[in-house]
C-alpha cells in the first residue's frame, strides 16, 4: 500500500469516525433539569393549544366559506382544511357535517349526466378519502368514513384497450350509482366500487373492496368483500 493509498484511508476513517459522533450526540438528546420540567410541559401545551386555535378558525373561516361557495347547504359544516376538488359536478351537504384532514373530490363531467356528490346529515369523513364521481354517490345521515376510503361510481378508464390508448372517457354503460345508507361505518383504506349499495347500519373493514351490494345490518371483509357477520338482533323469547 502506497502513501496515498494510506492517506486516503485515514481520511475516509476520519470522516466516519466524526459521523458516528455526531449520530450519538444529535440521539442523545438534551437533559432536562427537573425544575424546568414544568415550564418545558407549559411551553408545549401552548404550543399544542395555539395549533388547534389556528386550525380551527382557518377551518371556519376559510375552508368552510370555499367550501359553502361551491355546494349546496352544509349548514354547521365543520372542516378542516379546504378539499381538492377537479373538474365541474354538483355538492349537496346536510347539516353539521364534519370533515377532517383533507379530502379529494374528482368529476368526470360528461355531456349526458352532471357527476353529484350527496352527503347527509351529521356524517363524519375522515382525512385522505377521495371521490372518483361521474354519475352519482349518495351517503346518507350519521355516517363514519374512516381516513383513505375511496369510492367510486365508473372504471376510471374504458376496459376497451382501445379505447384505453386513444385516451377515451367512460361512457355511460361503466357509470353506475353508490349509495351508502344512513348509520354506516366504512374503515380505513376500504374501496367501494361502481354500482354498490351499502344497506343501512352495516359496516366495511379496513381495506376491504366491495364489489358488490352490502345487505342492511351487515359487517363485510375481504378482497372482494364478503359478509363475516350478522347485525340483527336476534328476537328473545321470555318465559
Given at each position: 500500500?502506497?502513501?496515498?493509498?494510506?492517506?486516503?484511508?485515514?481520511?475516509?476513517?476520519?470522516?466516519?469516525?466524526?459521523?458516528?459522533?455526531?449520530?450519538?450526540?444529535?440521539?442523545?438528546?438534551?437533559?432536562?433539569?427537573?425544575?424546568?420540567?414544568?415550564?418545558?410541559?407549559?411551553?408545549?401545551?401552548?404550543?399544542?393549544?395555539?395549533?388547534?386555535?389556528?386550525?380551527?378558525?382557518?377551518?371556519?373561516?376559510?375552508?368552510?366559506?370555499?367550501?359553502?361557495?361551491?355546494?349546496?347547504?352544509?349548514?354547521?359544516?365543520?372542516?378542516?382544511?379546504?378539499?381538492?376538488?377537479?373538474?365541474?359536478?354538483?355538492?349537496?351537504?346536510?347539516?353539521?357535517?364534519?370533515?377532517?384532514?383533507?379530502?379529494?373530490?374528482?368529476?368526470?363531467?360528461?355531456?349526458?349526466?352532471?357527476?353529484?356528490?350527496?352527503?347527509?346529515?351529521?356524517?363524519?369523513?375522515?382525512?385522505?378519502?377521495?371521490?372518483?364521481?361521474?354519475?352519482?354517490?349518495?351517503?346518507?345521515n350519521d355516517c363514519l368514513i374512516a381516513g383513505g376510503v375511496r369510492i367510486q361510481d365508473n372504471d376510471g378508464h374504458p376496459l376497451d384497450p382501445v379505447l384505453r390508448r386513444e385516451g377515451k372517457a367512460?361512457?355511460?354503460?361503466?357509470?353506475?350509482?353508490?349509495?351508502?345508507?344512513?348509520?354506516?361505518?366504512?374503515?380505513?383504506?376500504?374501496?367501494?366500487?361502481?354500482?354498490?349499495?351499502?344497506?343501512?347500519?352495516?359496516?366495511?373493514?379496513?381495506?376491504?373492496?366491495?364489489?358488490?351490494?352490502?345487505?342492511?345490518?351487515?359487517?363485510?371483509?375481504?378482497?372482494?368483500?364478503?359478509?363475516?357477520?350478522?347485525?340483527?338482533?336476534?328476537?328473545?323469547?321470555?318465559?
Open positions: 500500500m502506497n502513501r496515498e493509498e494510506s492517506e486516503t484511508q485515514m481520511r475516509i476513517k476520519g470522516a466516519m469516525k466524526m459521523k458516528s459522533t455526531v449520530k450519538r450526540i444529535l440521539h442523545a438528546g438534551v437533559p432536562v433539569p427537573g425544575l424546568l420540567r414544568p415550564v418545558v410541559r407549559m411551553v408545549y401545551r401552548i404550543g399544542v393549544l395555539t395549533a388547534e386555535l389556528l386550525r380551527w378558525a382557518y377551518g371556519g373561516l376559510i375552508a368552510a366559506t370555499v367550501v359553502k361557495s361551491v355546494a349546496e347547504g352544509g349548514q354547521r359544516l365543520r372542516i378542516e382544511r379546504i378539499p381538492y376538488m377537479r373538474g365541474g359536478g354538483r355538492i349537496v351537504l346536510g347539516s353539521d357535517i364534519y370533515i377532517s384532514g383533507k379530502i379529494g373530490i374528482g368529476f368526470s363531467r360528461h355531456s349526458f349526466t352532471v357527476p353529484t356528490l350527496k352527503v347527509g346529515d351529521r356524517t363524519f369523513i375522515g382525512h385522505d378519502c377521495v371521490f372518483a364521481i361521474a354519475g352519482q354517490v349518495t351517503i346518507g367512460v361512457t355511460a354503460e361503466n357509470i353506475w350509482p353508490v349509495v351508502i345508507g344512513s348509520n354506516v361505518w366504512i374503515a380505513s383504506r376500504a374501496v367501494i366500487l361502481k354500482g354498490v349499495t351499502i344497506g343501512d347500519n352495516s359496516v366495511v373493514g379496513a381495506g376491504a373492496v366491495v364489489t358488490k351490494n352490502v345487505p342492511s345490518d351487515s359487517v363485510v371483509a375481504g378482497s372482494p368483500a364478503r359478509v363475516v357477520r350478522s347485525l340483527r338482533r336476534q328476537e328473545v323469547e321470555h318465559p
